[in-house]
């Protein structure tokens, strides 16, 4: 008979213990936990879904949809974004006319998105936002 040589035992080893080193709890609830859901699906209507805030009584004023909606970015000039209150940044915007920066607010341009991210702005909500970033 042959003797194993070592990588042979070591695998041997290897194979004998390490599987029951990570060896799962067989109790019940253990199982019961590692095969529960990861979620629930519903059908329209199963469920009464939270219902949006009501929209506000009257606009927004500049200051408030900034601080909501513009100020991650504006704030940090994130992803070319001019800062607020940076006249240097804004002074070629400024040149193309308030209509062309309201309708690269409004339509979205380059990395900004269509409203800012304000889905439910008005426009003069976003003539307020766009005035209050540049004051």
């Known amino acids: 008979m042959k003797l194993l040589n070592w990588k042979t035992l070591v695998l041997s080893i290897c194979l004998t213990?390490?599987?029951?080193?990570?060896?799962?709890?067989?109790?019940?609830?253990?199982?019961?936990?590692?095969i529960k859901p990861v979620g629930e699906v519903y059908l329209d209507g199963e469920l009464e879904v939270a219902k949006a805030p009501a929209a506000s009584s009257g606009?927004?004023?500049?200051?408030?949809?900034?601080?909501?909606?513009?100020?991650?970015?504006?704030?940090?000039?994130?992803?070319?974004?001019?800062?607020?209150?940076?006249?240097?940044?804004?002074?070629?915007?400024?040149?193309?006319?308030?209509?062309?920066?309201f309708d690269h607010a409004w339509k979205g341009f380059n990395a900004m998105p269509a409203k800012g991210t304000c889905g439910d702005c008005s426009e003069d909500e976003i003539k307020a936002a766009i005035a209050y970033m540049i004051e």
């Open 17 to 34: 213990i390490v599987p029951n080193a990570f060896a799962a709890d067989m109790s019940d609830e253990a199982i019961a936990e590692r």
């Open 59 to 101: 606009p927004r004023d500049g200051d408030a949809v900034y601080n909501t909606f513009c100020t991650a970015c504006h704030s940090t000039g994130a992803a070319g974004a001019p800062k607020k209150g940076d006249s240097a940044a804004w002074a070629p915007r400024i040149a193309q006319g308030d209509q062309t920066m």
